[in-house]
C-alpha cells in the first residue's frame, strides 16, 4: 500500500524557516516525482514545489521561488522542503504527492493534476 507521511509543520514567526519531510513507502522512490501543494482556508489547492526522484529535475512555484527549496533522500526514500523567509500568505496545510515518471522516467515534472498517492498534510501556521 502506498503511503506517504508528511512531518515538520508547526508555528513560525513571519522570516522564520521549516523544513518539511515527507517519507515514503509502498513504491519504488525513484519511479516517481513528488510533489508538495498547500491549501490555505477558503482557497483552492496551489501547487509548490516538486521533483523527480530519478533525475533530480525541480520546478518551483513563482511564489516560492528564492525562498523554497526542494531535495530528496533516496536512501531514506524521504523528500525535503526546506522554507526560508516564511511569510503570513505561506500559511496552509501542505500536503506531498506522488507522480508516476513513466515506464521510462521521462514524464515531464510538473504540478497538475496527474498525481496518484497524496499525504495527509501538515499545518504550517506564519504569524505576522
Known amino acids: 500500500e502506498a503511503q506517504l507521511v508528511e512531518s515538520g509543520g508547526g508555528l513560525v514567526e513571519a522570516g522564520g524557516s521549516l523544513r518539511l519531510s515527507c517519507t515514503v513507502s509502498g513504491f519504488p522512490f525513484d519511479d516517481y516525482a513528488i510533489g508538495w501543494f498547500r491549501q490555505a482556508p477558503g482557497k483552492e489547492r496551489e501547487g509548490v514545489s516538486v521533483?523527480?526522484?530519478?533525475?533530480?529535475?525541480?520546478y518551483y512555484a513563482d511564489s516560492v521561488k528564492g525562498r523554497f527549496t526542494i531535495s530528496s533522500d533516496n536512501a531514506k526514500n524521504t523528500v525535503y522542503l526546506q522554507m526560508n523567509n516564511l511569510k503570513y500568505e505561506d500559511t496552509a496545510v501542505y500536503f506531498c504527492?506522488?507522480?508516476?515518471?513513466?515506464?521510462?522516467?521521462?514524464?515531464?515534472?510538473?504540478?497538475?493534476?496527474?498525481?496518484?498517492?497524496w499525504g495527509q498534510g501538515t499545518q504550517v501556521t506564519v504569524s505576522s
Open positions: 521533483i523527480s526522484n530519478y533525475d533530480g529535475t525541480t
Open positions: 504527492a506522488a507522480d508516476y515518471l513513466g515506464p521510462y522516467k521521462d514524464y515531464d515534472v510538473s504540478l497538475g493534476d496527474t498525481y496518484d498517492f
